[in-house]
């Protein structure tokens, strides 16, 4: 091999025939003492260079951000998005009533989070429309361990029957859960054909009556 | 060469030092055969799975106002009801089929044919030769044999049970390997061509993986345990998977194209120095970028770095090999048009360059973030199988039927049909894989203005990817379609061949004691000393040198692979801080194991994940992102790859038994639109709970701390069955099932992901 090789630019695309073709012949096999193309030298160089300047930024410097503090910061920022208006929400006949009648926007929204969770974690078993499959339909006036308003938001953190409805404390913040309670309570009656009914008739829910502040 | 006839006297030696000699083509004429059958049973399974995807929903899919599948029900129904058929059973028979029955073959027949005239010698002992090709189809055969019966590690690529695993080391290195480095220490040609160094590495490397991948405590002859856990063992399978990728689907169909692409273009190769340049950056880089594969996993974020960048780095050594390829073809362009076999590598090489560019791309975290777990991948992996390892073969296929059945191929018009047909086959399975893919990772992820996702009903998803999986059929359906018109042409060829076939005599000199050439003086003036000996390192002459001593290129291959490994695996195993340790996190009683030991084998890792991302689309949508202290008693992990069905890692508790019971036994009974194969065997199979002690004991052999636990094995799971069985009768489900294999698997779903909110044992002592 001569070591001028570099001086020696092979057409890419068209003719081999200037290329210098070396000694070696393995049944029959030829090969041609080109360089390697620029473009790939370079290309590869810089992705070595890349590779430095990732690794120094990613694990070495006081600027870079673990995944996990990311999506501490983006569950943070979403709950005080979602949260942050009404602050606690206590599992109370109030708190429920509240977030089940009030005309706020704020609150209007938060049962669309409640539906969207309920479709996520609840649609399962109870179905897409709450009329029941596993689990009884969430829309007749029956229900199996619920007497009064307050037992929604207990069913759903400490679960029922052995475990036929699931413990949903832990996986549900405290406020979700209160939310989600809400959120079924008003299913009530609006009887989507579906499982039939379970369970005993309870008196209605207590009446709402806004605070006046 | 020189024909028989021509041969003077046909006996070795001659007045001139020369030495006559011939191939074994009949060996060759054998593994080419076995690539063709297995290449279409591969496909053919590949086919049904593609099938079963769509299978339990397709006459209720609507196509122009119509339902036009809805005839198939009863041709549909068996194959997602039959437990053998079932997906997560034959998905491992068509990725070990294709891979190493189809592929494998067909590096088989290339080194075969390839190395005996490269080295101008016989392969070293054809005994070896038929010992390997005996032993490999029987590795098939038993592979075939196993799968569909549940029998499997559940580590991907690597699901052959431990026998089997013995029998493939003895194979790959006992026939293989001798027989192989046998034939280069008795070679006539004294340089080794670059075909030489991709299979060198391949044999050394596949080795390596296969061995260390599988090390695992037998629990009888079906059943093991990896002696690795969580993500140790995550670490090691993917260290694994993805060289199997490399040093199985790349570098010996690298060396298949160095030999069988110059040959049929008749041209000399683009660049020698080139092929210097990317085969050692390859064979360095490949090593490291596994875990490119795990990806905001538990597994510890350098070593994701690691997997990323030198994925990123392995861009140019691998179109090195592309350019290679595709250079060799200048001033021969009109030969493509005319040729079969050339139009098949031009598409395998361009194939082989899209794969490697897709790969990068695909290994950097933020890509990975939105791609991993979708058929994204699976089109990826497709591109690089159908495309660059199936054309590949099939070109060379094409090429050796003349030379082998010698005589003409019975019909070059049907090897055209062959070619587009395949072409238009990988695009379609291709385009759709990745229209799939992208559009299941954007609904994956995406949140209203509220923040609340949008698809929060994970059935949702798959249904939109419905149209994906039939376009899917369709092209996996014309590929298989060529590979048919690949047999006829191949069997009509062969009905052809004389009567006997003719052996060539060869002649060539033995090798004389090797002098190496001497290194240039560099020609460099006015400059330091250091920069002519750097001048003349670059003129890689040493790299000559070595080309002429097989051992020792062989000991250098061996360095770079172990090196880049250890530094790799030295760290996960030795620093503390990257096993973080959960207190409440206990072993699985022996009932939740043999319920685990179920979900292996029925394969659900093939479509469950068991490894929530820290992201908040995930953490929604199924809790608590999973930490590596969680995973510290799976052997083996089942974080899985592919999300067709839901991540399961926070299942336990979410459902009752019942609707587990329901689910089991009839998807849609409970999830409409589900395309989740029936389980309604784990409903009438009797739990084996004399065979628990075993499997227990050998999980302690490998640390699992189960003390006292071991004192009464069956005890303690009957106890656990009993008591499961009766929550279910007052949860409303049926009585009498607490010796059903459904009990264990609902024991062992019900406990997943759920000890992090436990009390520690300790704790709960005081």
């Keep these: 091999m001569t070591r001028h090789t570099s001086e020696h630019h092979p057409d890419l695309l068209g003719d081999p025939g200037k290329d210098r073709i070396l000694e070696h012949n393995y049944d029959g096999i030829q090969e041609y003492d080109n360089p390697t193309p620029g473009w790939w030298h370079w290309l590869f160089w810089a992705s070595i260079f890349f590779s430095v300047i990732y690794t120094m930024f990613w694990h070495f410097s006081e600027l870079s951000w673990t995944e996990h503090q990311a999506l501490d910061r983006a569950v943070a920022a979403h709950y005080e998005k979602i949260f942050a208006s009404v602050g606690e929400l206590p599992p109370n006949d109030e708190t429920i009533l509240m977030l089940m009648h009030s005309d706020d926007p704020d609150i209007r929204n938060l049962q669309l989070v409640a539906k969207g969770t309920f479709t996520a974690k609840c649609a399962a078993c109870h179905g897409a429309t709450a009329s029941g499959g596993t689990g009884p339909n969430l829309t007749d006036d029956t229900y199996i361990n619920v007497k009064k308003l307050t037992d929604i938001p207990n069913v759903i953190a400490n679960g029922a029957k052995a475990g036929a409805m699931p413990a949903w404390k832990g996986r549900l913040t405290d406020n979700e859960i209160t939310l989600m309670a809400s959120y079924v309570a008003s299913l009530r009656g609006t009887n989507v054909p579906g499982k039939q009914a379970e369970g005993d008739v309870i008196p209605d829910w207590p009446a709402y009556t806004p605070e006046t502040k | ?766």
């Excluded at chain 2, 998977?241 to 690298?254: D, W």
Aim: aromatic share 16%.
């Design chain 2, 1 to 766: 060469m020189a024909f028989a006839t021509d041969a003077p006297g046909g006996a070795s030696g001659t007045a001139r030092g020369l030495e006559s000699f011939s191939y074994d083509d009949a060996v060759v004429r054998k593994f080419m055969l076995a690539t063709l059958v297995w290449g279409f049973v591969g496909m053919l399974v590949g086919l049904i799975v593609a099938i079963q995807l769509v299978a339990p929903v397709a006459h209720d899919l609507t196509l122009m106002g119509g339902r036009p599948f809805a005839f198939l029900k009863p041709v549909l129904e068996p194959i997602y009801s039959i437990e053998w058929l079932s997906f997560g059973r034959l998905r491992p028979l068509h990725t070990n089929a294709v891979i190493f029955a189809f592929a494998g073959n067909a590096i088989f027949c290339a080194v075969y044919y390839s190395t005996q005239r490269l080295c101008k010698t016989r392969m070293f002992s054809d005994l070896l030769s038929n010992l390997h090709f005996w032993g490999w189809q029987a590795i098939i055969v038993s592979a075939a044999l196993t799968l569909p019966l549940g029998l499997t590690q559940g580590k991907e690529y690597a699901e052959l049970i431990w026998p089997i695993d013995i029998a493939i080391a003895v194979v790959w290195v006992g026939f293989f390997g001798v027989n192989f480095f046998g034939t280069l220490l008795r070679r006539r040609e004294r340089h080794l061509y670059v075909a030489l160094w991709f299979y060198i590495a391949t044999i050394v490397t596949v080795a390596v993986l296969h061995v260390f991948n599988s090390l695992a405590i037998p629990a009888g002859l079906t059943q093991s345990y990896p002696v690795y856990a969580g993500v140790q063992d995550a670490f090691v399978q993917w260290w694994y998977g993805h060289n199997a990728v490399a040093f199985f689907l790349t570098t010996p169909f690298l060396g298949l194209m160095y030999y069988f692409l110059p040959k049929a273009a008749e041209k000399p190769v683009f660049s020698y120095r080139l092929s210097i340049i990317h085969f050692w950056s390859l064979v360095f880089i490949y090593i490291w970028a596994g875990p490119h594969h795990l990806h905001y996993t538990a597994l510890p974020a350098w070593a994701s770095t690691l997997g990323m960048l030198f994925s990123l780095m392995l861009w140019m050594p691998s179109w090195g090999g592309m350019i290679n390829g595709l250079l060799t073809l200048r001033g021969a362009w009109n030969k493509v048009a005319a040729e079969p076999v050339l139009k098949f590598f031009v598409v395998g090489v361009t194939f082989y360059g899209m794969s490697t560019f897709e790969g990068p791309m695909l290994s950097i975290k933020s890509v990975n973030s939105l791609s991993h777990y979708t058929d994204w991948t699976i089109g990826h992996v497709h591109a690089g199988a159908l495309g660059w390892n199936g054309f590949m073969a099939f070109g060379m296929i094409y090429w050796l039927l003349p030379r082998l059945f010698q005589t003409t191929l019975w019909s070059k018009a049907l090897a055209e049909w062959h070619f587009w047909i395949g072409t238009i086959g990988i695009f379609i399975y291709w385009i759709s894989m990745y229209a799939a893919g992208i559009t299941q990772g954007l609904m994956w992820r995406a949140f209203d203005q509220t923040g609340v996702l949008v698809y929060p009903d994970f059935v949702e998803t798959v249904m939109r990817l419905m149209p994906m999986y039939v376009f899917r059929v369709i092209g996996g359906a014309l590929f298989l379609g060529g590979v048919v018109m690949l047999a006829i042409n191949y069997f009509m060829t062969w009905r052809t061949r004389p009567a006997r076939y003719e052996v060539s005599l060869v002649q060539a000199a033995p090798l004389h004691d090797y002098k190496a050439p001497r290194a240039p003086a560099s020609g460099l003036e006015n400059v330091i000393p250091i920069a002519r000996r750097a001048d003349v390192f670059f003129q890689l002459n040493w790299h000559r040198r070595w080309e002429g001593l097989p051992v020792r290129f062989t000991v250098w291959v061996v360095i770079a692979i172990v090196a880049a490994s250890a530094f790799e695996f030295i760290p996960t195993w030795i620093v503390e801080a990257n096993r973080p340790s959960i207190a409440s996190v206990t072993p699985y009683t022996p009932l939740e194991q043999y319920g685990r030991d179920i979900y292996v084998s029925e394969g659900c890792y093939t479509c469950h994940s068991q490894m929530v991302r820290p992201m908040r689309h995930e953490t929604e949508r199924y809790g608590q992102y999973s930490m590596a202290g969680e995973f510290v008693y799976d052997h083996p992990f089942q974080w899985g790859s592919r999300r067709i069905g839901p991540d399961l890692h926070r299942e336990g508790g979410a459902r009752s038994h019942v609707w587990h019971l329901d689910h089991f036994d009839n998807p849609r009974a409970v999830v409409q639109d589900s395309i989740m194969p029936r389980y309604s065997h784990l409903l009438t199979q009797d739990i084996d709970f004399g065979a628990m002690e075993k499997r227990v004991s050998a999980l302690a052999m490998i640390g699992v701390p189960y003390g006292e636990a071991l004192k009464d094995v069956e005890g303690a799971a009957r106890a656990q069955a009993a008591q499961i069985s009766a929550e279910m009768v007052e949860q409303g489900g049926p009585d009498g099932m607490q010796d059903k294999a459904i009990i264990a698997l609902i024991a062992y779903v019900q406990r997943l992901g759920t000890d992090i909110n436990k009390v520690a044992p300790a704790e709960a002592g005081q």
